[in-house]
């Protein structure tokens, strides 16, 4: 079956997404304009945002950032995005720089949906405001960097309205392929599940400087390579594996042991740049997991593989999307695609298998505000968030630990510096 026969039948997991659907419900008509807000005007932020522009009904209408400079930037590139599709440019009244750009961005009449695209630290102090505010909320993974973050997370995922709909950016599972193959593996193709294995390997992030730049402001353009910004690379970069292996199984780990380190970069940061974790599912099931990031050769590869009873699947981000067993299937346009051959994207806008990734997450999003099918998906995120501080607590402590003791601990961490100083 390739894509276009997919989309056809109207099966799937990923079927009945692609398209808005006609329908009116709280003030939004489909194919109407959702005042899009930014928050974060960096490299994904402004990725993702213009896919929303492109493919949506949304329309960037209002930016936030912490410095003036990105700020600026943003501002042009979507000025030039606007006027490619007809709209206005950004008004200037519209645009905040500073420590409370968020809280600027929340309080406008003017914005129906904030997308959240700031540095993971972040994120669960600017969902509360944009959740808050009445907002619809696209916040991108994780959400939360420690056990403290993700409690909060959850007391404010209770404080959603049901007309709000709040999206986490787990865009792997929206990739028809990804999506196809999902629904076979639920409908039992593999038979009984015993085993994953899956990788993340990924080039070293880039320094990012900016004259003039103090030690603070360096840590937070830096963020990539800060553990208390990002939540060190598991719970950051590699937790888009760990999503798509909960929800491939539809449980999370119950406890982890771990292993890695700090072996190759040498920079200011103190992220790790490898793990090796295998995480214990129920009944036993056993996910092995390894990540590098470092290196300036180009080599990008991530997926799994799920082994059972009746055949073993691959899911990798390039290369054959399929089951091989009992139940053969394969998804057609990702058979001629080298495995590992994908380029890593900063972005996120990765080619291959997840080419149409971010625009069907976000065609499902807009049309949970514009059919008024709200959802709420905190809850979901935290739990894929802790899975991954669940992995990095063994990494650190180098011992087992369980979901409970995860918890009990409750670590936090801390920034350290106030974010005045850039007002």
């Known amino acids: 079956m390739n894509r276009r026969q997919f989309l056809q039948t109207g099966t799937g997991v990923a079927a009945g997404l692609l398209l808005l659907k006609p329908r009116t419900a709280f003030g939004y008509q489909a194919n109407s304009t959702v005042r899009h807000g930014l928050l974060g005007c960096g490299n994904r932020g402004t990725g993702v945002a213009t896919s929303f522009a492109q493919n949506t009904s949304a329309q960037v209408v209002a930016l ?29 009244n519209l645009t905040f720089h500073g420590p409370h750009a968020f809280e600027q961005l ?72 990804i999506a196809a193959i999902a629904e076979k593996i639920n409908a039992g193709a593999l038979g009984k599940i015993a085993a994953l294995d899956a990788h993340y390997n990924a080039p070293a992030s880039t320094e990012k400087t900016h004259a003039g730049a103090g030690a603070d402001e360096y840590r937070l353009r830096n963020w990539l390579w800060d ?24 449980a999370r780990p119950l406890k982890a042991t771990a292993t890695g380190g700090r072996r190759i970069l040498t920079h200011a940061g103190d992220c790790w740049d490898n793990y090796q974790v295998d995480y214990t599912y129920p009944d036993d099931v056993h996910l092995s997991f390894s990540s590098t990031q470092f290196g300036d050769y180009g080599f990008f590869d991530a997926g799994l593989r ?32 080298a495995p590992g051959s994908g380029q890593f994207a900063a972005s996120g806008a990765f080619s291959d298998n997840l080419a149409f990734a971010d625009r069907e997450k976000e065609r ?60």
């Open 64 to 92: 936030a950032d912490l410095f003036p400079d990105q700020l600026a930037a943003g501002r042009d590139h979507f000025d030039k995005v606007n006027a490619g599709l007809g709209h206005a440019p950004i008004d200037s």
């Open 106 to 177: 929340a309080a406008s009449k003017d914005v129906d949906l904030i997308q959240i695209s700031t540095p993971p630290f972040f994120h669960v102090q600017h969902l509360e405001a944009a959740v808050a505010s009445g907002k619809h909320v696209y916040c991108e993974k994780p959400v939360g960097i420690d056990v403290q973050q993700a409690r909060q997370a959850l007391e404010i995922a209770k404080r959603v309205r049901p007309s709000q709909s709040v999206d986490v950016g787990f865009q792997c599972r929206n990739a028809p392929p």
């Open 227 to 250: 553990r208390a910004l990002s939540g060190d690379i598991l719970v950051e970069q590699n937790i888009h594996i760990i999503d798509l292996s909960n929800w491939l199984l539809g």
């Open 306 to 337: 799920l082994f059972g009873a009746s055949g073993y699947a691959t899911v990798p981000y390039s290369g054959p999307v399929q089951i091989t067993g009992a139940q053969a299937w394969a998804w057609q346009e990702s058979i001629a695609t």
């Open 364 to 423: 499902t999003f807009i049309e949970s505000i514009t059919s008024g099918n709200a959802h709420n998906q905190i809850a979901a995120g935290v739990e894929t968030a802790l899975s991954c501080m669940l992995g990095r607590m063994a990494g650190y402590q180098r011992r087992e630990v369980t979901w409970e003791d995860l918890l009990a601990h409750g670590e936090t961490y801390q920034l350290g510096f106030s974010l005045d100083q850039f007002a």
